[in-house]
């Protein structure tokens, strides 16, 4: 089988190895450590020869030493001014380092697999970065049109407005496409949050509320882009403590599985999908080839 499977979502909970699956896929591999921790959390588990982990820390600004020190508000004048500066500073730039080692790593023919841990975070920042440039061009044009006046932070806008996030989706797609055009495994790990939509209000109406539905945490088009989607959770069974000692006593052994919800494969398509396999790359390999037919079921 070709090692090269395209784009790969993992999805799951805290704790479910998605990290540790992912170091599993084809190797030279780099391993882009956006969510900070990961990779040290999940690499004793794995062998990491040919695994080169790049780690990106978000920027501490002024506003997260406010939050930490627990600085809300303080009365300057007669204006209450909020003491949390609004102005984002440094995501624009991390945006960039990022994106500057996926090019580099697409770019080199050894690398065969590129994680990014995570796509979830991925997101986020891709939203602050276009915001912090938004916020750029405010303050230029407020300094062209007052030259003489000192611009409030306070008056920085907050927030994309629907229309803006268009742009934040456009430069995710680019990395996907870009990592098909140079047939780099790309594994996108994310985390699971609720859905939310309308939901009856008890009052004969209708109201945004949780749907029950547990989705992809991040951008909400991620499964349509990618060409294989595994859910992970923790499952356990009994096995002897001592495997030489079939007297030996029996003990309960957690281990990470991945329920396949999407699968574009050659070969494999909806078979696949609901299928439950060990959350590793060689469960993946096994189970296409098993669906293909190469080898005996």
């Keep these: 089988m070709d090692e090269y499977l395209g784009?790969?979502?993992?999805?799951?909970?805290?704790?479910?190895?998605?990290?540790?699956?992912?170091?599993?896929f084809p190797k030279p591999q780099s391993h882009l450590?956006?969510?900070?921790?990961?990779?040290?959390?999940?690499?004793?588990?794995i062998d990491t020869t040919d695994i080169v982990t790049h780690?990106?820390?978000?920027?501490?600004?002024?506003?997260?030493?406010?939050?930490?020190k627990g600085i809300t508000t303080s009365d300057i004048s007669t204006r209450a001014v909020v003491a949390i500066p609004k102005k984002i500073e440094g995501m624009k730039e991390l945006w960039q380092n990022v994106i500057d080692q996926f090019v580099q790593d697409c770019l080199a023919e050894s690398i065969k697999t590129v994680v990014l841990d995570s796509a979830t975070q991925m997101y986020k920042i891709g939203c602050d970065a276009y915001l912090q440039e938004l916020q750029e061009k405010q303050l230029i044009k407020w300094k062209k049109l007052n030259p003489r006046t000192a611009f409030d932070e306070?008056?920085?806008r907050e927030k994309l407005q629907p229309i803006e996030y268009g742009v934040v989706y456009d430069r995710l797609q680019r990395i996907y496409h870009t990592s098909r055009s140079y047939r780099k495994n790309l594994i996108l790990i994310h985390y699971p949050t609720d859905e939310y939509g309308p939901m009856p209000d008890g009052k004969g109406g209708y109201a945004d509320g949780k749907t029950g539905k547990i989705i992809i945490d991040g951008y909400k088009e991620t499964a349509k882009f990618s060409d294989l989607v595994v859910w992970l959770s923790v499952k356990s069974h009994m096995v002897l403590s001592d495997p030489t000692n079939p007297q030996s006593m029996k003990v309960d052994e957690k281990y990470p599985a991945a329920k396949i919800t999407k699968c574009g494969i050659e070969g494999t398509g909806l078979r696949a999908v609901g299928l439950e396999i060990p959350a590793t790359y060689e469960g993946i390999v096994n189970i296409v080839n098993l669906l293909k037919g190469t080898v005996n079921a």
């Design 154 to 156: 306070n008056d920085f």
């Design 7 to 24: 784009i790969v979502t993992i999805c799951g909970e805290e704790g479910t190895c998605k990290t540790s699956m992912a170091l599993t």
């Design 33 to 45: 450590d956006i969510d900070v921790g990961g990779y040290r959390r999940a690499a004793w588990r």
């Design 55 to 68: 780690s990106f820390p978000k920027p501490l600004t002024d506003a997260d030493v406010a939050k930490m």
